[in-house]
């Protein structure tokens, strides 16, 4: 926080100096606020026709769309298996909970999620954006949802495209364990 | 499956490998007693078992060619010799074992239970490893 | 009869003349009696002469007498024949009249059919020389409007060729998008690892972000050219469009203008046996002209030969009333001579007299 001394015998200082320094002030206030604020980094998606998120934190990659081999013995929201770079995983389809309209499920593109524990994909029909959002702007839900999407969320928040739903990958580990 | 937690590394593992609905499956030749051809004979045997429904298929899948395999006991006498009717296999041969992958936790609980125990991808198709003697028969 | 008793009378006058001469003249006996002698014979041979004439002219007046009647008996007959004869060459006479109106009536028709025909016959000409260049100008019609198909066509294919090139440019276009949105999905993912990675990770989260903002002005850019492109298909779209439509047009042009050229034909085949047809009729007019001209010549004759035979008739019945004259003058002469023959009745001398008078009346 030190002022920038340019030449000590001179008067007062001149006009170049005090915008410099005024804008260093805001710079570190603004950095401070910025640590202050906790973000939350957000994975937004779409689904069902609605836009939901993740917490950036539970979401260990985005995956393209590709083929899911289909394994028999499974409820309806569990499609099957998917081959991500010689691994294994298994997919929820999450829009089974969520509602709407539901597109190929050969071209949704897969979180894979890994959180506490639970690691599986989950189908989302496109990834909109990773963001940050701040702490503040997460409110509880308020919306009308269904219940069954109730369920699973945390809480919502606005961005300049609209309002996000966000879903709490933990909740949905619950509902799909045995 | 000779000493617990050994992995012969010198014995190859040869499948019967074979689709049922979509699904493709393999089965370790060493559990296996014979395989015929299924005529529709025996309908109310009570150690002929159907493997759609022994794995809880929602609707049973159409057979092609169905085949009648003789399930060896596992020497623990828990289990009897039982025979199981698969569709026709497309190949009996070698895989490699190290390709295999453990069935994904989340599924693992529902799987394990029907005797799929891991799944061994290769080229487009996950081949589904079925334990015959440790299938839920009582299905 | 009077005439032979005013003959005697004479001949006695003449003979007492004599005789009174002779008494006073001749004293003499030998004279007186060659007188008497001399008297003697002529009262003899006047005595003689009566008896004589009376005996030979008698009967020939009586034989003129019949004759006489017989002539006028004849010329009455003629004259009643003749009467015929005029009545019926005046019925002749009435009918060639009318056939002569009638043919004239006959021949100024004929000569307006023969008129209209030629009229005919001329506006089928004028007609067929129409059709003819009718369809000459319809073909060179078709061959403009080939012309301007084969052009519409040229140009539709260049249309078409450009409108393939911009979609092959739509194919590149895919190709690009596909990598910005793989692009944007790599930045994604950076984003998540260096959340994850920490303070270390937040370089690398720079990194990402410039990655994801080149991949969203990719996505941008190609999303510009793809409407460029979509506008370039749409011309291209409505071009062929209005070409196939052209194109209809033209082929509905040329349709028609096959179909009027095989409708001028047909017309110009009615319009050959129309004019035929025309001819025919003139022909046909013409010989009708020729024969009823013919007819009325004959017409002609047959009138110049009645009036030739009124004329005789008239001349007939003149003689016939001259005949009938002199007849009764005859009959009167004989009449005088011998008084009790019957004379002829009058009423023949009046039926001759009218028939002269009447023929005359019919042939004016």
Redesign the interface.
Known sequence: MGKIEMNPAAGPPPRSEAILNEIKRRDERHRIIEVDEERL?M?IFRAGGRRYAFY??D????L?PR?I??????PEY?PG?I?VR?????V?DIRFFLGGERADAAQC?IALADCN????GVLVEE?E??VDIPLSAVQPALSTLPEAVRELVAGEFEDPQGLVVLLDLTRLAAK??? | MSAPGAVDQQRPLTLLHFFLGGAAFGVDIEQLAAIGVYRGEGEEDDDLYWLHRALGYETPPPYRAPRILSIKDNGASELKPYRLIIEAPEDVRDFDWRQIRPVPPLLAPRLNARGLWGVLPLAGTMILLLDCQRLNLSM | MKLLTRFALFNALTIALVVAVTVVMTVDQVTGRVLLSALLVAVIFTAAATLLARRLVLPTIENFCAITKDIHQRAGSIASAIQQQSGQASRLSSSVVEISSTMEEFSSTASQIAQHSQGVVTRADQTLEDTKRGAAEVENLTFKINDISSNIEANLNEIIALGKKSKEINKIMEIINNIANQTKLIAFNAALEAASAGEAGKRFGVVAVEIRRLADSVVESTAEIEARITEIQDAVNRLVMSSEKSSQLIQEGQEYASHTVVMLIESVDGVEETADSARQISLSTQQQQVASSQVVLALKDIKEGVQVSTNAIQEANRIIGELNTLSTRLQAQSQAVRPDQNPLPLDQDEAAAPAAAGGEQHWT
Do not use: C, H, M
């Open positions: 980094k994975v950036g934190r979401i260990r990659e985005i393209t083929e081999a289909w394994t028999p013995g499974l569990l298996l081959n010689g691994d294994i995983e298994s929820i593109y524990g639970f690691r599986s990834v954006d990773v799909v364990a045995v």
